[in-house]
């Protein structure tokens, strides 16, 4: 007689509380569209008791210590979405169920991989195919492409896992998808549950990922104070594979690795794009580039099966665990198994939502006390770097965890922000109308330079933002127009930098040699210049320290003296920018200290 363990529930918000859940002989469990939580472990006894997950069904565990047990399955989906030329990157959320131990297992693809027949039953997948090529209707998989990432090894050591091998958990693995794209996988086996460990070494890459049947929260991953002496600039590496490139052969792979990192306080996420396309302005494509992108952006909430690549600081061990995961689903906003934003359409309410919000071009956008502004550095259109610059009084002129990534791969012509000797794609500082940051150019060969900006975030309105070419003394406001320069090979460490104020060639000696001079008299309130030799002042800008605009004056005098009252002005640092008719310029700081 056949006894069935049967749980149905289906879009309505459920919780499943227990220190331990047992599923016995020819039971099941079946979740659908909800979170299930046990407190302790899950002992699938016997081959034949089975947990099905679908619709976005999650499984949290708690803190407790049994570890999960059983030869019977947990079943869960996720779907790879790229064509038989492309790599996904993945790690399974589950482990084979060979033995009867307690604890985690390594994945085995030809044991853990199966072919979805209908809402519980599921085949094996093949490995059956030709010219290298995976296939659907039936699932067969192409095990040449299926490699893992440890430390140790560099680029043309990748281990071989093919069909038979295995996968410790944590770990992850690459994986091309079938002809015709998209397929949906079905992982089965033992379900992973407490604390993971993966190893990383000095400068070395790992491969990795979200190794369970849930979500995984990138802030508690990249904040746990145990990953945080280890994880290289708190980035994660997502490979991104240019869908145009229709081949096997590695020279004519197009693809690169973006980046993902995110602050302490889980409102500022920071991602940057692969570089092997070019974008327009607003971030979209520019097919003018000659190839296209998939538009894929990484999230906070890490989804089911993910895998990604992270750098070591030191050596030693990350940890994943289960205080790291939550439910949220992957249709939602701020989880997606890396994939374009457009395929993400239907977006639910979930248990644990961050706040973040997201422009049209799915760009994420900063809290009012933040700037941010990135760059598309073109290379004669045929590829883009994009660089991020995020502004905020906490950051410092080190490395400021959380806000920053460093660069997974300098090109043979590429671009970055230079930091203490590192090569940065993303980077922050705290904001100052003097600020000059620095960029570090290399050319392999002459070509044309283009720098465009745009996701201006939190800046003024009329405020410049210049690229300045030092060897040539040129200003070239990125708010109103595009840069664009033609260079012999070589490499540029000292040429380029942003800036706020455009520095006249001319201004300090006619200034200094005038007597002109900028005064706070804090006793009267008063903000003073002093133009003795009656130079035509063009205007007078005020600015707090950062960057917005208080006041501009527009003069169009020669006075030799003039006055505002500074009553109204809270204590602090300000600056006083002021334009002569010839457009020379001078910038000084003065300190405003009201009396009370």
Known sequence: MKHYYLLIVSLIAFQLSNAQLTVRNNAYVFATDVVVYVEDDVNLTESNSTFYLRD?????????????????????????????????????????????????????????????????????????????????????????????????????????????????????????????????????????????????????????????????????????????????????????????????VLVEYRGGYGTYTIDITGTTETYTPPTYDTYNADGTLNTVGGASTSGKIARRYIPIGQGFMVRGLIAGNLLTSDSHRVFYRESAAESEFFRSASQNTNVNSNQDNSGIQYNDQGLSIVPSDFKRFRLNIDFNDTYTRQLVQNFHYTATPNEDYGLESKIYQVLDSDIYWPQNGDKYVAQANAYDLNLAIPLELKLQQQQLIRFRIFDVQNFETNQPIYVHDIENDTYVNLQNQNFEINLPAGDYSNRFEITFVEAATLSTEEFTDNSFNVLQNNNTSELIVLNPKKLDIESIKLYDVSGKLIFDKIVKANNDRLSYSTKNLSDGVYLVQTTLSNSNITTKKIIVSNKK
Not at 66 to 86: I, K, M, P
Not at 188 to 212: C, D, F, H
């Open 56 to 248: 976005e069904a999650q499984l949290l565990q708690g803190p407790g210590n049994t570890g999960n047990s059983g030869l019977g399955r947990l079943s869960v989906y996720q779907e790879g979405n790229v064509d038989n030329f492309a790599y996904n990157y993945w790690c399974s959320p589950v482990g084979n169920v060979n033995a009867n131990t307690v604890g985690n297992r390594t994945f085995i693809p030809n044991t853990n991989f199966y072919d979805v027949v209908d809402l519980t039953n599921s085949n094996l997948a093949g490995y059956t195919t030709s010219n290298y090529n995976g296939t659907s209707a039936p699932l067969n998989i192409e095990q040449y492409w299926l490699w893992k990432y440890n430390p140790g090894t560099a680029y043309s050591e990748w281990d071989y896992v093919g069909q038979s091998g295995f996968v410790d958990a944590g770990y992850g693995f690459t994986m091309k998808g079938v002809i015709g794209g998209n397929q949906q996988y079905d992982f089965r086996g033992k379900p992973n549950e407490g604390e993971i460990s993966t190893a990383v070494g000095l400068g070395q890459e790992t491969l990795i990922g979200n190794p369970y049947p849930s979500a995984l929260d990138a802030l508690a991953f990249i904040h746990d104070p145990n990953n945080v002496p280890l994880l290289d600039s708190a980035t994660l590496y997502y490979w991104d594979h240019d869908p145009t490139a229709n081949s096997h």
